[in-house]
């Protein structure tokens, strides 16, 4: 009786956390979490820091991402959570890299920014909680709405590193894409 109480506890055991490695893994992205401030410090460059801790805004049309076209996802700088695909990347005209929808919604936290004397509303990653940008009601259909982000706050996989860099999950967006 003894023996049979210890098995299933340690089945139990191993269910619960085949649960957690499976439930973690929801957002798509490998390891999605915040280092340390000091740790920050030393992996970002200055603007990326400014930028995601100190909700700075990166200059338009002089960052990495406001004109390309390649295809692929944005993850965070941070945390590496998938946060947009280039197929909802539009040209805004604002100089910095605009999307019509966040590539996993729960990845993409919306808050109210009150600063400048302005009412906004502000995007931020939900692991790390670095700011990314605002969010507009004027993008095109079929959401009419524009993620306005900073490169700063993201890094970009190309489609053909999604597999290597543990993102393999979002290999179907490009591959319907080009079906149709």
């Not at 920050?40 to 200059?59: F, G």
């Not at 920014?113 to 692991?127: C, L």
């Amino acid at each position: 009786m003894k023996r049979i109480t210890i098995l299933i506890s340690v089945s139990l055991s191993f269910v619960f956390f085949l649960f957690l490695s499976i439930t973690c893994s929801k957002s798509g992205s490998p390891s999605a979490q915040k280092p340390e401030n000091l740790e920050l410090r030393k992996k970002l460059t200055d603007l990326q820091y400014r930028v995601t801790q100190e909700d700075e805004t990166e200059p338009p049309f002089q960052n990495e991402y406001w004109d390309n076209h390649k295809p692929g996802i944005y993850v965070d700088i941070v945390s590496k959570e998938a946060l947009f695909s280039s197929k909802d990347k539009f040209e805004s005209g604002t100089g910095w890299p605009s999307f019509t929808k966040p590539l996993v919604k729960e990845n993409v936290v919306e808050i109210v920014d009150n600063s400048y004397g302005m009412i906004r509303t502000e995007v931020r990653s939900k692991k790390a909680n670095s700011h990314l940008g605002h969010v507009f009601d004027d993008g095109p259909l079929p959401t009419n709405k524009r993620y306005c982000t900073n490169s700063a706050s993201m890094e970009f996989i190309p489609k053909d590193k999604l597999k290597e860099r543990g993102y393999a999950i979002f290999l179907s967006e490009f591959t319907e894409a080009e079906k149709d």
